[in-house]
């Protein structure tokens, strides 16, 4: 069958490969044919400077190396089911939870699956990923969708999970002021769920004019500053009571002026959360943070027991996942008309779908 394989950096491989057998599925095995699949930062960062999270040596948990079927965002159909699934069954259409840990650790013993020290991930750091004609996934990752989520929006709700993650670490709510920092697609996905969380006022730092240009089209309630022009921390003292700042700023870059940017522009108590992934250690102001009695909020993944309140946001229509998508190609041109496209600054892309 055809995969799409990362073996090392800047060495992306469509390939033929053993497809698995529905003959061998143990008990709590989902084999799915996957839909579509989204290319995620991580993707780009194993891409440029991999290996990173995909494993050289055999896994802890899940015992995978590489070379790696990429693909951790996706939707599917099910083919067949170990006999000990009955949630799901052939014919079934699924999104992809993609973290698998045990279920049996201190953290998984408590349901916070996410926090698992030998967490991986399908896509990254299992034998299989949503980047190929068929995949066997474990039965809680196959999270069942309703009939009216698009293979599209079921491929979204991963990325998406991040974003939502954040907003509810930050307690946006009704009449929140909220600054996101960033807008490539979880910096996007979060204005969206800012706004679903009902944020009165939304203030959008970016620097990419393609992507400032692409906010302000799927969110032209959103103000959006670019911080390189403009006086980021004037635009929201302007927009905020008495000049106070925001209630909430959420890092979505990963970089430490972003941060401490952030820290500037919220108000004294206010929160700052960083779903954005540093890669480097960040300098930070303490006695600012400490000035203005901030809280500090850090997130890793997501809780996987969202995907259920996801899919009912974006069925209901608060939820437009769907936006941020900017194309969609077929799995053999994932490296020229994917990889290479998103990694291109002048380019115009936001979020890519790869259809397996």
């Not at 066997?136 to 698009?150: C, N, R």
């Not at 009449?175 to 204005?191: D, E, K, N, Q, R």
Request: net charge negative; hydrophobic share 45%.
């Amino acid at each position: 069958m055809r995969a799409v394989r990362f073996h090392a950096a800047k060495d992306i491989r469509v390939e033929d490969v053993r497809e698995p057998d529905a003959g061998r599925l143990a008990p709590d095995d989902v084999l799915v044919a996957p839909a579509v699949t989204g290319i995620c930062g991580t993707d780009l960062h194993e891409y440029l400077a991999g290996p990173i999270v995909t494993p050289q040596e055999p896994h802890v948990f899940t015992g995978a190396t590489n070379p790696q079927i990429l693909g951790h965002e996706f939707s599917a159909k099910v083919l067949a089911v170990g006999d000990a699934v009955s949630h799901v069954a052939a014919g079934d259409r699924i999104s992809c939870q993609p973290l698998v840990s045990p279920r049996d650790d201190y953290y998984g013993k408590r349901g916070l699956y996410h926090l698992s020290p030998s967490m991986g991930c399908v896509g990254l750091s299992w034998a299989w990923g949503g980047m190929a004609e068929k995949a066997v996934i474990k039965d809680y990752s196959a999270q069942p969708i309703p009939d009216a989520l698009t293979d599209d929006q079921a491929a979204m709700i991963e990325p998406a999970a991040v974003a939502l993650y954040g907003v509810d670490r930050g307690g946006v709510t009704a009449g929140s002021t909220v600054l996101v920092s960033g807008a490539g697609p979880i910096g996007a996905l979060t204005v969206l769920a800012a706004r679903a969380a009902g944020a009165s006022l939304i203030i959008v730092s970016e620097p990419n004019p393609n992507r400032r240009r692409i906010i302000a089209e799927i969110a032209p309630y959103a103000t959006v500053v670019d911080p390189a022009r403009d006086d980021l921390q004037q635009v929201v003292g302007d927009l905020t009571e008495e000049c106070v700042g925001v209630d909430v700023a959420l890092e979505c870059v990963g970089l430490e002026v972003s941060l401490n940017a952030c820290a500037e522009a919220v108000r004294r108590q206010g929160r700052v959360v960083q779903v954005g992934l540093h890669m480097k250690p960040a300098s930070i102001d303490a006695m600012l943070w400490a000035l203005k009695d901030i809280t500090i909020e850090a997130t890793w993944c997501y809780p996987v027991q969202i995907w259920p309140r996801i899919a009912r946001m974006i069925v209901g229509g608060t939820f437009p996942v769907e936006k941020i998508v900017t194309a969609r190609i077929d799995a053999d041109d994932t490296v020229e008309k994917g990889f290479e496209a998103l990694l291109d600054p002048s380019g115009e892309h936001l979020k890519i779908l790869v259809r397996t």
